[in-house]
């Protein structure tokens, strides 16, 4: 992450962002099926949100640090 993920994207304020303006908005009418693949989850913002959807969903994180908190996490 740049330097402005890395002091925004970690914050509440940035989750409850996404949980209820953005990823509503984006997946409306949309059938996100059984399964989900999340590529570069970062501090897992999204992920918290989807997880709830999708019968089965599988984040991909290639930065060790994040990939770390994201499986102590979930």
Known sequence: MNS????????????EYLHTEVLPQAVAGVDLGARMLEIG???????????????????????EPAAAALAERF
């Open 4 to 15: 402005n993920h890395d002091r925004v994207c970690p914050t509440p304020e940035w989750a």
């Open 41 to 63: 989850p970062g501090p897992g913002a999204s992920t918290e949100w989807l997880r709830h959807r999708v019968s089965e969903l599988v984040a991909l994180e290639l930065e």
